[in-house]
């Protein structure tokens, strides 16, 4: 079977920023891989090569063995990308919005409705999906998104920041979601976070990234025996420090 | 004084003023198109009136009496008080439609002044009673609906106010006919012709400045707002083809400015109803009767003019928009592309796209803008080569910017295509933002 991700020397340059530099990691499918990094490492910049959005400069991306140059429109129809700053449609309710959504993925009507009250489930909003996503809290349209992602059960689910802008409770129900939709539905997730409590309870395995190159890469227990750490917050400060 | 006003205008003012866009947009446009307007229609007044006293008379002498000489000799000393009319005269000629064509060919010009049989018999007896008038026959062609069109019309009313004051107040007066096609139209006067049909065809250039104005403006916000409200990122990652987006969104913004237009003409019309109800049934003139509507295939071709020149605005405005970050750069941004709107659409309600020097013509019809009311004018006359061309030239140019928009949403550059103005470079290789 193929790897979820495959990237291979990724390099990313604006201008004269060198966001990627030689970036190489894989994520195996039916795992949750994390990538974490100080601000400015290239973790959005990786995430959204592999979406699709942005082309490398040089190196190889691919997604179950599919060409992120050659082959984005088939990735795209096995991906769900949650940006870390995304939105919703001003004058469309939350249901609204799902309905949209799901009508690019779903073969029929029947699964478009199954997926969008799953995505309703998902969000825990209740009858307030009904109402125009303006008048919706920043964790309310965080949570409306999440679902949006998750409700299409992709083979990859890349989430940047899942749980941003969310509280204790809803950020704990969102992981709780991510970890039930992997172990039922084999999704893969490749998420990059801040929230290294999150990332710790949360990845099977983890990447450290700094200066668009990759730092450090295993399992939380792993990275935190190898540098000799109490938790992946110590250990990050150390790799970075060190890198 | 309400507390922290002061600071708080002050901070606004600073970010408005250091906002080169809003500078360009708001103060730099208006105040190059504005000057460029002016001279444009200083241009037009001047011509019109230059035209009108240079203009080049036939005079038909059916009379051949003594005083068809004595006012053929009153009008060619006019020179004298600024009338630089050129007098070609004729004599004897009965003027059949044929006649007057030939004529008009034969000394290209537009005008023909007739002295009918009985003219100085009428004049000699106007003096014993009163009641008799002798009158001069005049010919004048319709060529376009600018406004000065009429100036060479009332030329012929000066002329006989003129001798009429030198010799016997209400002696002479005129009937007037109007070459229209190729056709005389024996009572209509060219002056109340091209008056209302300057009133009806002004419509449309206001129309197409409205709607154009509508759609870009929708078009371009709703790019930016998918930017702005940060729902572009994930639209791009959907399983959809990407021209999809950029067709949803031409499309859309050009039902809504449709909408908004026919809400616009509505009012437009109801307005210039109301103006025309106002004006005395003796001077009504049916412009369907006298050949001045459009046909139906006339209306096809304005309807295709309108629709490609809306995509190719509607297009330009994507691609704008799409190098700028929110709604406000938008907007500034598409507010480049208004003195193109602007310019044609005012500027040839003053001016006859046909009288115009080859260059300022060919200005004219580069902008892609200024073909709806050429076609406006055009349709009216019949001229369908000119609508034509017209719709060949913008499709062209609709292709190109279309061809250009399709590889902007095709590729990265959608989401990372900046224009910085720091010396106005178009800067490509740059993330939507600074998160790498």
């Known amino acids: ?243 | 004084m309400l507390k922290g006003f002061g600071n708080f205008l002050l901070k606004e003012l600073k970010e408005l003023a250091r906002d080169p866009k809003i500078l360009l947009g708001m103060i730099v446009v208006p105040l190059v198109m504005f000057p460029v307007l002016g001279g444009i229609m200083g241009y037009a007044v001047q011509t019109a009136q230059e035209q009108a006293i240079k203009a080049a008379l036939i005079i038909v002498d059916n009379d051949c009496g003594n005083w068809s000489s004595s006012f053929i000799s009153f009008i060619e000393s006019l020179g004298d008080v600024g009338f630089n009319l050129t007098v070609y005269k004729e004599n004897e000629v009965e003027l059949t439609s044929e006649k007057v064509l030939e004529l008009l060919a034969k000394y290209n010009t537009t005008q023909i002044l007739e002295i009918p049989r009985g003219f100085s018999e009428n004049v000699t007896a106007h003096f014993n009673y009163p009641n008799v008038k002798a009158y001069v026959r005049f010919y004048g062609v319709l060529r376009g609906t600018s406004v000065f069109e009429s100036v060479s019309a009332s030329v012929v009313d000066a002329l006989i106010s003129m001798f009429n004051r030198r010799y016997a107040p209400d002696v002479l007066d005129s009937k007037k006919a109007t070459v229209i096609k190729g056709e005389i139209k024996h009572g209509v006067d060219p002056a109340a012709v091209s008056g209302l049909l300057m009133s009806q065809s002004i419509a449309m250039p206001i129309t197409v400045l409205i709607l154009l104005m509508y759609a870009v403006q929708i078009a371009a916000t709703s790019v930016a707002m998918e930017k702005e409200e940060k729902t572009l990122e994930t639209l791009l990652t959907l399983p959809m083809d990407r021209l999809a987006i950029l067709w949803g969104k031409l499309s859309s913004s050009i039902i809504v400015a449709a909408i908004g237009a026919v809400a616009y003409m509505a009012g437009y019309s109801y307005m210039l109803s109301s103006v025309m109800a106002g004006i005395p049934e003796g001077l009504n003139l049916d412009l369907a009767a006298l050949g001045l509507v459009p046909s139906v295939f006339g209306y096809l071709l304005l309807g295709l003019t309108l629709f490609v020149t809306m995509l190719s605005a509607l297009a330009l405005a994507v691609i704008m928009s799409a190098f700028a970050e929110d709604i406000r750069s938008a907007q500034s941004f598409v507010s480049y592309i208004y003195p193109l709107v602007f310019l044609p659409s005012i500027a040839l309600i003053y001016l006859d796209v046909n009288t115009m020097p080859f260059a300022l013509k060919l200005v004219f019809y580069a902008i892609p803008f200024s073909h709806p009311v050429i076609a406006s004018k055009a349709v009216i006359m019949g001229d369908y080569w000119t609508v034509i061309f017209g719709i060949v030239y913008v499709s062209a140019f609709t292709l190109v910017v279309m061809y250009a928009a399709s590889r902007l949403f095709a590729t990265e550059k959608i989401l990372t295509a900046k224009l910085k103005f720091k010396g106005l470079k178009i800067r490509r290789e740059k993330p939507a933002e600074e998160s790498y």
């Open chain 1, 1 to 243: 079977m193929s790897l979820a991700v495959e990237a291979s020397e990724v390099v990313k340059v604006f201008g004269s920023i060198r966001a990627l530099d030689g970036l190489s990691f894989v994520v195996k499918p039916g795992e949750i891989y994390g990538l974490i990094g100080p601000n400015g490492a290239g973790k959005t910049t990786a995430l959204r090569i592999i979406s699709t959005l942005l082309l490398p400069t040089a190196g190889t991306v691919k997604v179950f063995g599919l060409d992120v140059v050659q082959k984005a429109g088939e990735i795209r129809k096995i991906i769900s990308y949650l940006p870390e700053e995304a939105g919703a449609y001003r004058y469309l309710s939350g249901w609204e919005y799902l309905e949209f959504m799901v009508k690019f993925n779903a073969k029929d009507r029947d699964e478009a409705r199954a997926m969008v009250r799953e995505a309703a489930e998902i969000s825990g909003l209740g009858e307030r999906l009904k109402d125009k996503t303006k008048t919706y809290s920043k964790g309310m349209k965080r949570r409306l998104l999440v679902a949006r992602a998750l409700m299409l059960k992709p083979k990859l689910a890349i989430l940047d920041e899942p749980t941003s802008g969310l509280d204790i409770i809803h950020a704990y129900h969102v992981r709780e979601i991510i970890k039930k939709y992997v172990r039922e539905h084999g999704v893969t997730v490749l998420l990059s976070s801040h929230n290294m409590l999150e990332v710790e309870h949360l990845c099977n395995r983890v990447a450290l990234i700094n200066k668009g190159r990759l730092v450090a890469e295993g399992a939380p227990q792993e990275l935190k025996e190898k540098f000799e750490c109490s938790n992946l917050e110590e250990v990050f400060a150390k790799v970075v420090k060190i890198a």
